[in-house]
């Protein structure tokens, strides 16, 4: 069953307090994986695409790798501007296809 | 820099009557989608469109028809409300020449009474 897991579905950091978010898939046929930014009361804001396993991509605080079964998301050094909803999406070779993760909830204290 | 853009943005409804919640894009995308998200249960795909004058059932389309008669634009509507229905909907799009990336909408929150 084609399924995106992502954990955990909740993270307190302290400012400048570095760690990982995990994004799981089953999916087969891999199209691309993406990671999404969401605030409360707004939508997801794209933050990556990763397309192949050992591809990263940096923003800022952010960096995104790939493996053949999961990704991570790692979070250097965190502000609290960086507290939000972080969720992962898998696209499939069948275009229409996106599966999303439920999201890990992130929370960084001052 | 409009993107995505959902109306109504909030909207109380009674246990069956009937509403639209309307979806405009400009960038030009030929896939629109129309997500619910509820707590606990991520997004799910309601339903899409490849194209004008095209739509398709997504994870979680009863309850909810769809229309897409100018390519800029995504109909979402709710026939008959039902207290289940009460849920944050997005709409999205996206294109093959943009790297497929789905762009969202700011939500419209719909309470069922």
């Known amino acids: 069953e084609d399924q995106v897991t992502q954990s955990p579905e909740a993270l307190r950091l302290q400012e400048g307090e570095s760690s990982s978010l995990n994004c799981s898939y089953t999916?087969?046929?891999?199209?691309?994986l993406f990671w999404y930014r969401q605030d409360p009361g707004k939508g997801p804001e794209f933050l990556f695409t990763l397309y192949s396993a050992g591809e990263e991509k940096e923003k800022e605080r952010l960096k995104a790798t790939l493996t053949k079964k999961e990704s991570f998301l790692h979070i250097t050094a965190p502000k609290p501007e960086d507290s939000a909803t972080y969720l992962c999406?898998?696209?499939?070779?069948?275009?229409?296809?996106?599966?999303f993760g439920s999201g890990t909830k992130l929370n960084v204290k001052p | 820099n409009a993107g995505v853009t959902q109306t109504p943005k909030f909207r109380v409804l009674k246990t069956g009557q009937s509403m639209t919640l309307l979806c405009a894009q400009d960038m030009n995308h030929e896939y629109m989608y129309w997500y619910r998200q509820d707590p606990g249960m991520g997004l799910r795909l309601i339903h899409y469109s490849v194209g004008e004058g095209t739509t398709a059932k997504g994870e979680v389309p009863d309850g909810y028809n769809v229309s897409r008669l100018k390519k800029q634009n995504f109909l979402l509507g709710l026939e008959s409300a039902a207290p289940s229905q009460t849920s944050v909907y997005f709409c999205?799009?996206?294109?093959?020449?943009?790297?497929?990336?789905?762009?969202f909408g700011e939500g419209s929150w719909l309470t069922v009474v």
């Open positions: 999916v087969s046929g891999l199209r691309g």
């Open positions: 999205a799009s996206s294109s093959r020449t943009a790297g497929n990336t789905i762009y």
């Open positions: 999406a898998v696209q499939k070779y069948n275009f229409n296809k996106f599966y």
